[in-house]
């Protein structure tokens, strides 16, 4: 089953009229997340909704089956259940009769907001909304999960990238001076191939900080361990961003 999480974004303008945004991100088993966003003129928020549902449709993999997230009940109404506002009945067809010519088997249900690929949608319509793009990030790319239990001695770090999934379990040392949430987030870089952009999700504030600016460590062998390790990613065109703080 493909994943489509949609959001939109809409502003009234002068003389009644409205420029809306819409955005997804688009999920295929064995594959990173793909990111989708544009532009449109629309009357309200709702029909700029319908969109980002529409243009999910065009985007999934035709024949297959496609859950798409939102956290719009009209939406849901009109193409879950085709029991939505009259105004949107036109355009929930328009979705209806274009996922039956792909052969997408759809399904509407509800997402909240704060769910991360929901935030990153609504990210997405937002931007497009003001006429921004995000940039697709180039190269390979991979995702990466810290996961860290207080008084555990050990970090489950879970790198995935396309085809493949590396777990690892890292000790840490209590007694380093590299705070442990530190060298957890170092294991996980250490994961990474040459030219690589990571996205961490879930490193601590603390980590995230010190691996900005490792002079920020307040003993000498943490800030000497850090500095190295941004030395060797650099080197190797490793490229690190943060989504999320624990």
């Known amino acids: 089953m493909n994943h489509a999480y949609v959001d939109a974004s809409w502003h009234e303008t002068e003389g009644g009229h409205g420029v809306g945004g819409w955005g997804l991100i688009l999920l295929r088993p064995g594959t990173l997340p793909v990111g989708y966003q544009g532009q449109m003129a629309a009357p ?81 319509a937002n931007a497009a909304r003001r006429g921004l793009s995000v940039p697709a990030l180039e190269g390979p790319q991979a995702e990466v999960l810290i996961e860290q239990r207080p008084a555990v001695p050990e970090a489950r770090v879970s790198l995935r990238r396309p085809g493949e999934r590396v777990t690892a379990h890292v000790p840490l040392d209590p007694l380093s001076d590299v705070p442990p949430s530190a060298q957890a987030l170092l294991a996980a870089i250490t994961l990474a191939r040459p030219g690589e952009h990571l996205t961490v999700r879930r490193a601590s504030k603390l980590a995230q900080a010190l691996w900005q600016r490792p002079e920020r460590a307040l003993l000498p062998g943490a800030h000497s361990a850090l500095a190295q390790a941004r030395q060797a990613a650099d080197g190797q065109g490793v490229e690190v961003q943060f989504q999320g703080m624990a």
Request: no cysteine; hydrophobic share 40%.
């Open 44 to 124: 309200d928020n709702n029909a700029a909704e319908l969109r980002a549902v529409l243009e999910a449709v065009r985007h999934a993999p035709p024949g297959e089956g496609l859950s798409v997230h939102t956290d719009n009940e009209a939406v849901i109404a009109s193409v879950g259940r085709g029991r939505g506002p009259w105004l949107l009945a036109d355009l929930a067809r328009e979705v209806m009769d274009e996922a039956e010519a792909r052969g997408v088997a759809l399904r509407v249900g509800y997402t909240p907001r704060t769910r991360r690929h929901m935030l990153s949608a609504h990210d997405l």
